[in-house]
């Protein structure tokens, strides 16, 4: 309803009576701060508003980068340390999105994409000090106005977004992907072309994950995508791919043989962030035969395994293991083919447009007194391009909670934030799934009426829909129409890039 409102009111008229910024900027979510920031523009179209208002955004959030780089000094604790790496970081991302946006090469759906991602990377940081109760540290960077005028861009930006645009580029590879590297990555022999090879027996250049990355991204000529295999063997480490590392494509001697593993988590001291065993902000990241584990534990809370934010990724015949916030698809659009993820509370979380296809998720036993929840989407804005899609999968109970899963309540998802969007098509529900579905975020209404959970066609004994929550946001979907608005092709435009990576997927539904 917002969106529309909004549609409606920007395109009500070729030309909005007048020309002075008050008047544009009255038809953004948050009026007063672009007001104040664009004082001196005089748009004279719908089009350069957006641009001025994306130069606004970027300006401000360099600003805020600016203020946290300032505040190394003011980190007394180990606390308000790793809460400033983690905003350093994140602030870096979100200053490296508004720069693509505002270059005017994109397609408005890329952009509507790096936008979301923007926000979600401040909302982030946000989160990371309430995990440490430090919030009074962060709120000199965040204290900025940054969040508003982002969203402001995101409306502006959503209005314009047509369907045929959605269409632009399907037939065409994305421009960082050069022929010989799609020939590469269609090859089923990936690890025989690796750049460097790590092996814990001494038969590969490096023992470590990190070591061997670190030196591949370093060697390698130009923007060329990189091959590590990592032969198999239980790797000890906690492994980070920074945005700035490119194209890397990431072999294991399979799920079951090839193991990253740590033990971060809230509890020990980190953010939910910095918890990650493997965390990944590299654009196109690919990654096949590997699991990625958290052996923290039920008792230590947030403790994340897969970390990643990295657009136009991929994660293939993977394992993602741990408990509480399993896997953090953080932003920006991802695809999870024939995986297997692990966890307990919350454990698919996070803000990225991420479609799952042919996965096996595995409730595990939580805590005596806990329920499980499978999915705690975090889309904040209406106009974020993001959600959680989970297609012909399955949800199933871990051994170890099949052994008790009738003394146990496990949930589809639940509010993390009050636009959240989580959806399972064509899925294999089991009987460990409650018969209402959804679950309430700390007892209370929140976002109930403003988010969107959906299902259809799911099958199995959990899958029926009778005794189902209420909330006016939850759908029992009956449209082939509003199930497409899920799938590949419309959540991530996968057909455009997906078919360069050799991985096997479904178009729609």
Not at 58 to 70: D, K
Not at 110 to 138: I, K, M
Not at 244 to 251: A, C, D, H, K, Y
Request: charged share 15%; glycine share 8%; aromatic share 10%.
């Amino acid at each position: 309803m917002i969106l529309l409102q909004f549609i409606l009111l920007v395109f009500a008229s070729p030309l909005l009576r007048g020309s002075e910024v008050d008047q544009w900027c009255d038809t953004t979510p948050h009026p007063q701060p672009c007001r104040i920031f664009m004082a001196r523009y005089n748009p004279r179209h719908r089009a350069e508003f957006r641009d001025m208002a994306i130069q606004v955004a970027l300006a401000r959030a360099t600003h805020a980068l600016e203020t946290a780089q300032g505040l190394e000094p003011q980190c007394h604790s180990k606390r308000t340390k790793a809460v400033w790496l983690d905003c350093l970081n994140l602030f870096r991302d979100m200053v490296a999105q508004l720069n693509r946006t505002s270059i005017g090469h994109c397609n408005a759906l890329d952009a509507q994409t790096w936008l979301s991602a923007a926000l979600t990377n401040l909302e982030t940081c946000r989160s990371g000090s309430s995990d440490l109760n430090v919030t009074r540290f962060a709120s000199a960077m965040l204290s900025n106005n940054v969040s508003e005028l982002i969203s402001n861009t995101l409306a502006i930006n959503g209005a314009t977004i047509k369907n045929e645009e959605a269409a632009e580029g399907v037939n065409e590879f994305p421009d960082w992907m050069t022929v010989k590297e799609r020939k590469m990555l269609q090859d089923a022999s990936l690890a025989s072309k690796a750049n460097v090879v790590v092996a814990k027996d001494g038969s590969g250049r490096f023992s470590t994950v990190q070591s061997g990355i670190n030196y591949a991204v370093s060697s390698r000529r130009g923007n060329e995508r990189v091959i590590v295999y990592v032969k198999r063997g239980v790797y000890q480490e906690n492994v980070e791919i920074a945005s700035s590392m490119g194209q890397i494509t990431l072999v294991g001697d399979g799920l079951k043989y090839t193991i990253i593993t740590a033990s971060r988590s809230v509890k020990g001291g980190f953010t939910t962030y910095s918890s990650a065993t493997f965390g990944v902000s590299a654009p196109g990241f690919i990654a096949r035969g590997v699991t990625f584990r958290n052996t923290a534990g039920p008792q230590k809370g947030q403790a994340v395994a897969l970390r990643s934010s990295s657009d136009l990724s991929v994660i293939y015949s993977c394992g993602v293991e741990g408990y509480q916030d399993t896997l953090f698809v953080l932003a920006q659009r991802q695809f999870f083919k024939s995986c297997y993820i692990y966890g307990t509370i919350d454990f698919i979380f996070g803000n990225a447009a991420a479609v799952f296809q042919n996965c096996i998720i595995y409730a595990r036993r939580p805590l005596s007194g806990q329920a499980n929840v499978i999915t705690a989407q975090g889309r904040g804005d209406p106009f974020q391009n993001t959600g959680i899609s989970i297609q012909r999968s399955q949800v199933i109970a871990a051994p170890d909670l099949a052994r008790v899963v009738n003394s146990v309540s496990t949930y589809l998802g639940r509010p993390w934030q009050k636009y959240s969007r989580t959806v399972f098509l064509k899925c294999y529900l089991g009987s460990l799934v409650n018969p209402v579905g959804y679950m309430p975020w700390d007892n209370s209404n929140f976002g109930q009426d403003t988010l969107y959970y959906g299902e259809y066609r799911n099958f199995g004994p959990g899958s029926s829909t009778t005794k189902r929550v209420n909330w006016k946001g939850y759908h029992v979907i009956t449209s082939s129409g509003v199930a497409s608005q899920f799938t590949v092709a419309n959540m991530i435009t996968g057909q455009s890039w997906l078919p360069t990576t050799g991985i096997p997927f479904i178009t729609g539904l």
